[in-house]
């Protein structure tokens, strides 16, 4: 069976204060590791997909790794509107296109001004 | 690109009564759609998976004849709450994905039942 663990749970910055999330996943096939940004009340947002281990993507103050075994996704500088709850989830097994996806259970950052 | 859209985006009924949650692609062709539930600060839980002009799947534990999803075009999926009781109260959120890997979610639904 397919497992998303994220930590910490929630995390607390000042504005500027660089830090990482991570992502562990143990997974049969992984066919990609996605991360979304949700906001309270609102569906989650779109943020990276990485496919294989050594992949990185950039998004303005977010970059987001990739290893066998784990993922991170780093921000640097957070300013306050970088607050929400971070989601990692794998899409994993022999399937393609629109297969389900496993989440994991959230940071909630929080970026104090 | 890739938007999604959900109506209503909140939703009030009556125990007893049934409510439809329509869930579009807006500029893409989504092959599959996916609901989910989420609870107050917990994850999402995928209920089920659709595919245009097919059943849904549904994951363990979901009734499907509480829960009827009907996908009838590229664009469209509709999720039917019936009979909804106050344990059904929650946010509903669906997601559509069209021919690559990438899950794009729509912004929600809120259902209480009173």
């Known amino acids: 069976e397919d497992q998303v663990t994220q930590s910490p749970e929630a995390l607390r910055l000042q504005e500027g204060e660089s830090s990482s999330l991570n992502c562990s996943y143990t997974?049969?096939?992984?066919?990609?590791l996605f991360w979304y940004r949700q906001d309270p009340g609102k569906g989650p947002e779109f943020l990276f997909t990485?496919?294989?281990a050594g992949e990185e993507k950039e998004k303005e103050r977010l970059k987001a790794t990739l290893t066998k075994k784990e993922s991170f996704l780093h921000i640097t500088a957070p300013k306050p509107e970088d607050s929400a709850t971070y989601l990692c989830?794998?899409?994993?097994?022999?399937?393609?296109?629109?297969?389900?996806?496993?989440f994991g259970e959230g940071t909630q950052l929080t970026v104090n001004p | 690109g890739a938007v999604v859209s959900q109506h209503p985006s909140w939703v009030i009924c009556k125990s007893g009564t049934s409510v439809k949650i329509e869930c579009r692609s807006l500029?893409?062709?989504?092959?599959?759609m996916f609901w989910y539930r989420q609870f107050p600060k917990q994850s999402l839980m995928l209920m089920a998976t659709?595919?245009?002009?097919?059943?849904?799947?549904?994951e363990q534990g979901v009734e499907k004849d509480k829960f009827l999803i009907n996908h009838a075009s590229l664009t469209l999926s509709t999720l039917t709450v019936t009979s909804a009781h106050p344990e059904d109260s929650s946010f509903y959120i669906c997601?559509?994905?069209?021919?690559?890997?990438?899950?794009?979610f729509g912004p929600g639904t809120r259902l209480t039942v009173t």
């Open positions: 990485l496919y294989s």
């Open positions: 997601s559509a994905a069209g021919w690559g890997y990438e899950q794009y």
């Open positions: 659709s595919n245009e002009g097919s059943k849904a799947t549904y």
């Open positions: 500029d893409f062709q989504a092959t599959t």
């Open positions: 997974v049969s096939g992984l066919r990609g």
């Open positions: 989830a794998v899409q994993a097994g022999e399937e393609t296109s629109g297969s389900r996806l496993t």
